[in-house]
């Protein structure tokens, strides 16, 4: 798994998409995982509480909570997000949008979207989705999907204690500093974006 922003510069795939000047329409899925046994009740009546990502490009896109003031933005493989009981994938459209583009523009995305601003309630990752999937699409993801959040404070009375503080907690494995930072004195982290990754866990 690794957090946005990411530099894209040296992807070969890139390279050929912008050598080429061509664009082919990409399937835009929205992968949908359980993040409580207590959805197998409440899918039946059209609830439940649900972690959420965006499928684009052979790359599923999501957004999680951390404590630091830099991107909450992360990728993993397509239906894998660890951590979660992945319970389907529905197909939202298509996007004219090349690999690169995308990327660029997940880029400019995760600087709104720090892992510290992460909200159950206001800012959590079905909100993130659904903001992609209209970028992409021109539609928001199904209602359904984060309808709890939607009954605002109401709603952090019936999650499971357990959620009601981090539901979709990252914790990172470790802090990796970047090369031209010579003192931690602003006690911030910065983060290195390619080989030196901040690798956490969904």
Known sequence: MRLFPVNSSSSSSSEREQESGKKSRAMVYLNI????PVNNYLYLFGLGIFH????????????????????????VEPRSCPGFIFRRSVLLGSTDMSQSEFR?????????YHGDTYHLIAKNCN???DEVC???????IPAWVNRLARVGSFCNCLLPESLQVA?????????????DEGSESDGSASY??????????C
């Open 167 to 179: 539901a979709v907690r990252h914790l990172p494995e470790r802090v990796a500093y970047s090369d």
């Open 52 to 75: 959420s990502g965006i499928e684009v490009h052979d790359m599923e896109y999501g957004f999680g909570a951390h404590e630091y003031p830099t991107s909450g933005v992360f990728e």
């Open 33 to 36: 995982y359980d993040l409580t």
């Open 127 to 129: 909100h993130f989705t």
């Open 134 to 140: 209209q970028e992409l699409t021109g539609k928001p």
């Open 104 to 112: 660029s523009y997940m880029e400019r995305l995760s600087s709104r």
């Open 192 to 201: 290195a974006t390619e080989k030196r990754s901040l690798i956490t866990t």
